[in-house]
């Protein structure tokens, strides 16, 4: 029994996109139920119980240029990724195109294997741009959590210092989430079915990391 790629391809984008949307859905429904905006409440209470205790200046920024790290190894992973997948894919988008550039096809030939390199791409350049957002964000952050407890510049950047945090956790979650994408896609092109058994896995393993029980208070 054979099937067709293209089927092949929705299902696999189609798993992703369904649980993606649920996820939107369910976000103001019960926001206290996923762990995206739990753990972004606990980065702003965080911040704040740092800004009310001096001496805390140095914990803050060693926290916060830890955090800086880890998005700066995903923007790398990321963006060497996209190097690779730009070199792989290359041949193939230029024979692609060349051909409609040339006059012997009306339109681009777009196969199933073309469609999901495509979308190799864009979710490493998210990745990268979410990835590098944060560290802008938390590279922020670290100046203003390095401010004396009591300086008035502190308190005139609290609030700002609070949503750079929350910020930046946010987008460092979708750069770690669009890298998780990568799998189902990555499957696909070696071969069509092992794509959807890579949506459904994938799926299966981040409804376990978003969602926030009694048991991870």
Known sequence: MT???????????????AYEGWL????PRTPGRLARTAHASLREDWFAAVSAQPGSEILAV??????????????S??????????SLTAPTLHATLGEASAGTADWPHVTPRLAMELVLL???????VASVMAVRYYNHAGFIG??????????RWAAAG?????????????????????VP????????LAGVAGAQLVVIALIQFDRYTIEDK
């Open 3 to 17: 099937t067709s790629p293209w089927l092949a391809a929705i299902a696999t984008l189609g798993t992703i996109a």
């Open 24 to 27: 939107v859905l369910a976000q």
């Open 62 to 75: 060693q926290t916060l240029r830890n955090s800086l790290m880890s998005a700066t190894m995903t923007a």
């Open 77 to 86: 992973t990321a963006v060497l990724g996209l190097m690779g997948a730009l």
């Open 122 to 128: 864009c979710l490493l350049f998210a990745s990268l």
């Open 146 to 155: 390095g401010m004396p407890v009591g300086a008035p510049q502190r308190q």
């Open 162 to 182: 609070s949503a750079y945090v929350r910020k930046a956790g946010l987008l460092y979650s979708w750069g770690l989430r669009q890298l998780m994408l990568l």
């Open 185 to 192: 896609v990555v499957a696909f092109l070696l071969h069509p």
